[in-house]
C-alpha cells in the first residue's frame, strides 16, 4: 500500500509535469468496500431480526468507513500531512481548555444552525426524511457529548488551533473586532453543504438498500438469455449505484482533521453553488420539468426489447459507463463531498481525465434516454437533444467551477497541468484554447482570477470538509 501512495511521486524523465501524490489509497478503499458488502450480505440472510431498516444503513455505512479509517492510519498515516496542520510531537498549549471551550460553542451553534434550517423549511417536513431523522436522533447526544475530549485532545497538537471554530465562537461571545469572518464565512458553508446534501444521500442510499436485499436472483435463470440479462441489468443498476451513495453517505459523515477529511475550504461562488444544487433534488424536479425535460418518449429497453442482441449490447455500454461514474467514486474513500475541497484525487479513473464521473455518466443519460431516436419527428429529435445538452452544459459548469475553486491548491495546479499535458482529453485543449486550465478563472481569457479565503492564502493550499 506503502507503494501505491509513493507511485504518484515520480518524476517524468521526459520533463512533462509529474502527477502529485494522491491523499487516498484505492486498494484500501476496495478493501473496506468489500468488508462493506459481506455486512450487506449479513443482512440479506441474517439481519432480518434488526428492529429497523435504519440499523442496517448505518452497519454497512461504518464497515465501510472503520476499515478506511484504520488502514489509511497504519499505512498512509494521513494524520502527518502538511493539511491536517497537526503535530503529535509538541506539547499540549497552555490554556487550551478556555481555546476548546470557544470551539466548542462554535461547532455546537453550527449543529443548532442545521437544526435551525430542517424545523424552518418544509422541505424537511413530511416523511421523505424520517429514515435520517430517526439516526441523527439515535447518535447525536453522543456524538455531541464525545465532541468535548476530541476537540480538547485535538486542540494540543494543532499548529494553528484558533481555527474556525474558535473564530465563529469568539464572534458568538462579541469578540468581533479581530475575528476572522471569512474563516466564519467558510466554516458555514462547510455545514451548508452537509446539512443539504447529507440527508439527501443518506435516504437515496436506504432505497438502494432496500432494493439490494429485496431482490429476487431467480430471475436470473428466467426468461431466457433476454430476460436473465434484463435481470442482470436491473441489479447491476441499482448495485452499482449502491456503492456510489455508500461511498458519498459515509464522505459527508466523515470529516474530521484527525483523519485529514476535513473541510479544508467550501466553494465560495452563487455560481458554484448554484449550477451544483440544480443537479439534485428538490431544485431538480422543478427546473427540469420547466426547461430541461428531453427523456419524454420510453426508454432503451423498449425499443431494443424485440432485437434481443441489440438489447444486450446496448445495456452492456449503459452498464460499462456506470462502471466507470462508479470507479471515480471509491478513489474518495471517506473524503466525498460537492462544493468542497479535501484533498486533490490524482488516483483511479483520475489519473487519466479531471472528471471522470461527469463524463461517464452524461454519456449513460444519451444512451438511456435516446432523444436523438425515439422522438416522433426529425425536429423533436433535435429539441430534446439539444435539451439534454443543456442538461451536459450545466455539468460542464460544473466542472468548471469545481476546477476554479481547486485551483486555490497547488497541488491542483500541478495536477491539471498533468492532465493538460497526458490525460486522455489533453487534445480539447489543444483544439479549444479557451477551455484550457487557468488557474482561479473559469475559462483561459484575461479575466480576474478569483481569490481564494484568508484560510487558503495562510496554509498556501486548500482545505475542505
Same mark, same amino acid.
Given at each position: 500500500?506503502?507503494?501505491?501512495?509513493?507511485?504518484?511521486?515520480?518524476?517524468?524523465?521526459?520533463?512533462?509535469?509529474?502527477?502529485?501524490?494522491?491523499?487516498?489509497?484505492?486498494?484500501?478503499?476496495?478493501?473496506?468496500?468489500?468488508?462493506?458488502?459481506? %455486512?450487506?450480505?449479513?443482512?440479506? /440472510?441474517?439481519?432480518?431480526?434488526?428492529?429497523?431498516?435504519?440499523?442496517?444503513?448505518?452497519?454497512?455505512?461504518?464497515?465501510? %468507513?472503520?476499515?478506511?479509517?484504520?488502514?489509511?492510519?497504519?499505512?498512509l498515516k494521513p494524520y502527518r500531512n502538511a493539511s491536517a496542520g497537526l503535530d503529535f510531537r509538541i506539547q499540549r498549549k497552555r490554556g487550551g481548555g478556555s481555546r476548546t471551550a470557544v470551539k466548542l460553542l462554535g461547532f455546537y451553534a453550527c449543529v443548532g444552525l442545521v437544526a435551525g434550517v430542517y424545523w424552518l423549511f418544509p422541505e424537511y417536513h413530511g416523511s421523505f426524511y424520517d429514515n435520517y431523522y430517526a439516526v441523527v436522533k439515535a447518535v447525536l447526544p453522543w456524538w455531541l457529548l464525545?465532541?468535548?475530549?476530541?476537540?480538547?485532545?485535538?486542540?494540543?497538537?494543532?499548529?494553528?488551533?484558533?481555527?474556525?471554530?474558535?473564530?465563529?465562537?469568539?464572534?458568538?461571545?462579541?469578540?468581533?473586532?479581530?475575528?476572522?469572518?471569512?474563516?466564519?464565512?467558510?466554516?458555514?458553508?462547510?455545514?451548508?453543504?452537509?446539512?443539504?446534501?447529507?440527508?439527501?444521500?443518506?435516504?437515496?442510499?436506504?432505497?438502494?438498500?432496500?432494493?439490494?436485499?429485496?431482490? /429476487?436472483?431467480?430471475?436470473?435463470?428466467?426468461?431466457?438469455?433476454?430476460?436473465?440479462?434484463?435481470?442482470?441489468?436491473?441489479?447491476?443498476?441499482?448495485?452499482?449505484?449502491?456503492? /456510489?451513495?455508500?461511498?458519498?453517505?459515509?464522505?459527508?459523515?466523515?470529516?474530521?482533521?484527525?483523519?485529514?477529511?476535513?473541510?479544508?475550504?467550501?466553494?465560495?461562488?452563487?455560481?458554484?453553488?448554484?449550477?451544483?444544487?440544480?443537479?439534485?433534488?428538490?431544485?431538480?424536479?422543478?427546473?427540469?420539468?420547466?426547461?430541461?425535460?428531453?427523456?419524454?418518449?420510453?426508454?432503451?429497453?423498449?425499443?431494443?426489447?424485440?432485437?434481443?442482441?441489440?438489447?444486450?449490447?446496448?445495456?452492456?455500454?449503459?452498464?460499462?459507463?456506470?462502471?466507470?461514474?462508479?470507479?471515480?467514486?471509491?478513489?474518495?474513500?471517506?473524503?466525498?463531498?460537492?462544493?468542497?475541497?479535501?484533498?486533490?484525487?490524482?488516483?483511479?479513473?483520475?489519473?487519466?481525465?479531471?472528471?471522470?464521473?461527469?463524463?461517464?455518466?452524461?454519456?449513460?443519460?444519451?444512451?438511456?434516454?435516446?432523444?436523438?431516436?425515439?422522438?416522433?419527428?426529425?425536429?423533436?429529435?433535435?429539441?430534446?437533444?439539444?435539451?439534454?445538452?443543456?442538461?451536459?452544459?450545466?455539468?460542464?459548469?460544473? %466542472?468548471?467551477?469545481?476546477?476554479?475553486?481547486?485551483?486555490?491548491?497547488?497541488?491542483?495546479?500541478?495536477?491539471?497541468?498533468?492532465?493538460?499535458?497526458?490525460?486522455?482529453?489533453?487534445?480539447?485543449?489543444?483544439?479549444?484554447?479557451?477551455?484550457?486550465?487557468?488557474?482561479?478563472?473559469?475559462?483561459?481569457?484575461?479575466?480576474?482570477?478569483?481569490?481564494?479565503? %484568508?484560510?487558503?492564502?495562510?496554509?498556501?493550499?486548500?482545505?475542505?470538509?
Amino acid at each position: 500500500m506503502k507503494k501505491i501512495r509513493k507511485s504518484a511521486k515520480a518524476v517524468s524523465a521526459t520533463g512533462l509535469p509529474a502527477c502529485p501524490e494522491a491523499p487516498t489509497s484505492v486498494l484500501i478503499n476496495l478493501i473496506a468496500l468489500a468488508i462493506s458488502l459481506l %455486512a450487506v450480505w449479513w443482512l440479506r /440472510d441474517y439481519g432480518q431480526h434488526l428492529p429497523s431498516r435504519t440499523v442496517g444503513l448505518v452497519v454497512v455505512c461504518v464497515s465501510l %468507513a472503520v476499515p478506511i479509517i484504520v488502514l489509511e492510519w497504519l499505512f498512509l498515516k494521513p494524520y502527518r500531512n502538511a493539511s491536517a496542520g497537526l503535530d503529535f510531537r509538541i506539547q499540549r498549549k497552555r490554556g487550551g481548555g478556555s481555546r476548546t471551550a470557544v470551539k466548542l460553542l462554535g461547532f455546537y451553534a453550527c449543529v443548532g444552525l442545521v437544526a435551525g434550517v430542517y424545523w424552518l423549511f418544509p422541505e424537511y417536513h413530511g416523511s421523505f426524511y424520517d429514515n435520517y431523522y430517526a439516526v441523527v436522533k439515535a447518535v447525536l447526544p453522543w456524538w455531541l457529548l464525545l465532541a468535548v475530549p476530541y476537540f480538547y485532545w485535538l486542540d494540543g497538537f494543532m499548529l494553528k488551533p484558533k481555527d474556525s471554530y474558535w473564530q465563529f465562537g469568539s464572534w458568538l461571545l462579541g469578540r468581533r473586532k479581530n475575528a476572522d469572518t471569512r474563516a466564519i464565512g467558510q466554516l458555514l458553508l462547510g455545514w451548508l453543504v452537509k446539512l443539504f446534501f447529507l440527508p439527501l444521500m443518506f435516504v437515496y442510499l436506504g432505497n438502494n438498500l432496500t432494493t439490494l436485499l429485496n431482490f /429476487d436472483f431467480t430471475r436470473f435463470v428466467a426468461g431466457g438469455a433476454q430476460g436473465s440479462f434484463k435481470a442482470v441489468f436491473d441489479f447491476s443498476f441499482n448495485f452499482l449505484y449502491y456503492i /456510489d451513495l455508500l461511498f458519498v453517505t459515509v464522505g459527508y459523515t466523515c470529516t474530521l482533521r484527525l483523519f485529514d477529511s476535513h473541510i479544508r475550504t467550501a466553494e465560495p461562488s452563487f455560481l458554484g453553488w448554484g449550477i451544483a444544487l440544480i443537479s439534485y433534488q428538490p431544485f431538480w424536479s422543478a427546473f427540469s420539468g420547466t426547461y430541461l425535460k428531453y427523456d419524454q418518449g420510453p426508454a432503451w429497453g423498449y425499443w431494443f426489447w424485440n432485437t434481443p442482441l441489440v438489447y444486450i449490447l446496448w445495456g452492456s455500454v449503459i452498464l460499462l459507463l456506470i462502471v466507470l461514474y462508479v470507479w471515480a467514486s471509491v478513489p474518495f474513500g471517506i473524503r466525498f463531498s460537492n462544493l468542497t475541497h479535501r484533498g486533490i484525487l490524482t488516483n483511479g479513473p483520475y489519473r487519466y481525465t479531471k472528471h471522470p464521473a461527469y463524463i461517464s455518466k452524461n454519456l449513460s443519460w444519451w444512451m438511456i434516454s435516446m432523444p436523438f431516436m425515439v422522438s416522433s419527428t426529425g425536429g423533436e429529435a433535435l429539441r430534446h437533444s439539444l435539451l439534454l445538452l443543456l442538461v451536459n452544459f450545466v455539468y460542464f459548469m460544473r %466542472a468548471r467551477t469545481e476546477e476554479r475553486h481547486l485551483s486555490w491548491d497547488p497541488d491542483y495546479v500541478a495536477y491539471a497541468r498533468y492532465i493538460e499535458q497526458r490525460g486522455l482529453f489533453a487534445f480539447v485543449g489543444r483544439w479549444l484554447p479557451l477551455l484550457r486550465f487557468k488557474p482561479g478563472r473559469l475559462f483561459n481569457d484575461s479575466g480576474e482570477p478569483t481569490r481564494p479565503p %484568508a484560510t487558503a492564502v495562510a496554509t498556501g493550499r486548500l482545505a475542505t470538509e
